[in-house]
């Protein structure tokens, strides 16, 4: 399996099918003659900011640690806990026991004092 | 029956979408200085924008994917940074335009500045996106979109000469001013085939969860929505043509524009024009506002989506919320909103080719379209399209500076 072009930027969804964004960063584990395997799968805009330049990464990695973004990020699911690799990764976490919606529901607390946000 | 009706529906809002800032000012310009000569670039760039558009919709009906989440997952982060980065630049801005077109019109209706107007403006297209839903969007913006048809009632009953007409369809090398005539042909195709409309066009189909079994609505609504929708724009054209022509005057601000409506439209003539120029504004600000909500949200895989309860596409809300005010704080900064178009239209244009070249992969790969491949004609458009692309993307910015 080419595991970059079936995974990398695939986005990854929970065991609810709810969205936990993108398979931003993979790693990979290689052996003496062995191909590639698949370790994890990286989200997390840290991981995409790397992957431009080590800079840009460090950059957003400062950003989120000012903004007292969690010490889980950028989340990490290890090959174990994927179900499946279609059009879609689907995992068997648990958004919510993940960092990966850290900055929703940040937010969601600011939304729903909106009058009209349900 | 009910699909006839929404085809129908489809086609009319594609013609109230047509029509926003970009789109009036180039072709207003394009008239009063060239007469009907430049109409062969409208009739182009149309042709081109509903190719794109139909495209998009195939991939958003038979691959699931609008064309952020297409382009990253087929060429990675790497390359998709570039279109992604202009695409939320050039929303900014157009969107800047947009809000003080929109301003700027119900500043002709009022006499009271147009800076006072940016704010409530603003507020308003926050509101609708708050509190509407995605069909309540596209149907209001496009119904109150016909008053646009102003302009080909107008050019109607100017009776231009046929013949005449016939002969903009046909480019030709003019006899003066030749910078300038490329420099406003250019930015008609720079202002047609706005990247905006694509992906709110293919995340619209998204939204209303359509299937390869709305194909033929898909090309229908593309081809035809577009093919009117560019009448109204050719329709501004020869207005401008008739009545702004031989004044010479030329287009420096919408209050100018306005006077191509009074020999049709007498003392009404101000009020049609700035109800078309302020609900084409205000719509296309309401649809820039969300595709970039929506392009944010496709290329970094959040949940996004306007039919869904607000609380649960925060990040979604969020986004399109600090686009809009970027927008206006920018507008309201002073900056002349013509200007601003002018140079949305013209990055439009630089970044048309990482625009187009996705398409022509993505059209024919089968993970995306199944077996609705692109034939030869399809490729043909699109290569053509990408070769111009090129072309123009090269000559805009000295053009800007000689011809702007």
């Known amino acids: 399996m080419d595991v970059v072009r079936e995974v990398l930027d695939k986005p990854v969804v929970d065991r609810n099918g709810r969205e936990m964004g993108r398979a931003d960063g993979i790693v990979l584990a290689i052996g003496d003659g062995q191909p590639p395997r698949l370790e994890a799968i990286l989200i997390g805009p840290v991981v995409l900011g790397r992957r431009l330049h080590p800079s840009i990464g460090r950059l957003v990695g400062a950003l989120e640690r000012w903004l007292g973004l969690g010490a889980n990020r950028p989340v990490r699911v290890e090959f174990g806990d994927i179900e499946m690799i279609g059009q879609k990764v689907k995992v068997r976490l648990a958004v919510g026991d993940t960092g990966a919606d850290e900055v929703e529901r940040r937010l969601r607390r600011w939304v729903i004092r909106l009058p009209g946000s349900r | ?404």
């Open chain 2, 1 to 404: 029956m009910k699909k006839i009706f929404n085809l129908a529906l489809g086609i009319v809002t594609s013609i109230g979408g047509f029509v926003e800032v970009g789109s009036i000012s180039t072709a207003a310009q394009a008239g009063s200085e060239f007469g009907f000569s430049l109409l062969w670039a409208i009739a182009i760039a149309s042709l081109f924008l509903a190719a794109l558009a139909e495209m998009a919709g195939r991939i958003a009906a038979v691959g699931k994917r609008s064309m952020a989440a297409a382009v990253r997952e087929r060429f990675g982060f790497h390359f998709q940074v570039i279109p992604l980065g202009a695409e939320l630049i050039i929303d900014v801005l157009l969107l800047t335009a947009e809000l003080g077109g929109a301003a700027i019109a119900v500043k002709m209706l009022t006499e009271i500045g147009f800076q006072w107007w940016i704010l409530p403006i603003g507020l308003a297209v926050w509101l609708v996106i708050w509190l509407g839903n995605f069909s309540v969007i596209e149907d209001g913006v496009g119904l109150l979109g016909m008053v646009t048809l102003s302009f080909v009632v107008s050019a109607w009953r100017l009776h231009p000469q046929v013949a005449s007409l016939a002969h903009g369809f046909i480019p030709t090398i003019p006899h003066h001013d030749l910078t300038r005539y490329a420099f406003l042909s250019v930015s008609i195709v720079g202002a047609t085939v706005s990247p905006y409309l694509l992906n709110f066009y293919a995340s619209g189909a998204l939204e209303e969860k359509w299937t390869e079994q709305d194909l033929w609505v898909n090309r229908l609504t593309a081809y035809l929505g577009m093919g009117f929708g560019s009448t109204v724009a050719m329709g501004c054209l020869v207005t401008a043509a008739i009545v702004l022509g031989p004044q010479h005057i030329k287009v420096d601000s919408y209050e100018e524009a306005a006077r191509m409506f009074v020999p049709v439209f007498g003392r009404w003539a101000v009020t049609l024009f700035a109800l078309s120029l302020g609900i084409g504004c205000f719509g296309a600000a309401v649809e820039i506002t969300l595709n970039a909500g929506y392009v944010l949200g496709q290329a970094f895989g959040w949940t996004w989506g306007i039919d869904k309860p607000r609380r649960e596409v925060s990040r979604f809300v969020t986004a399109l919320s600090v686009v809009l005010l970027l927008a206006v704080l920018i507008a309201l900064s002073g900056w002349d909103p013509l200007q601003v178009t002018l140079i949305s239209v013209a990055l439009t244009v630089v970044i048309m080719p990482i625009i187009v070249l996705p398409f022509l992969v993505l059209m024919n790969e089968e993970e995306y379209v199944k077996g609705h491949t692109s034939g030869p004609i399809g490729n043909g458009l699109l290569a053509v399209l990408t070769i111009l692309g090129a072309i123009m993307a090269l000559i805009v910015i000295p053009l800007e500076i000689f011809g702007g």
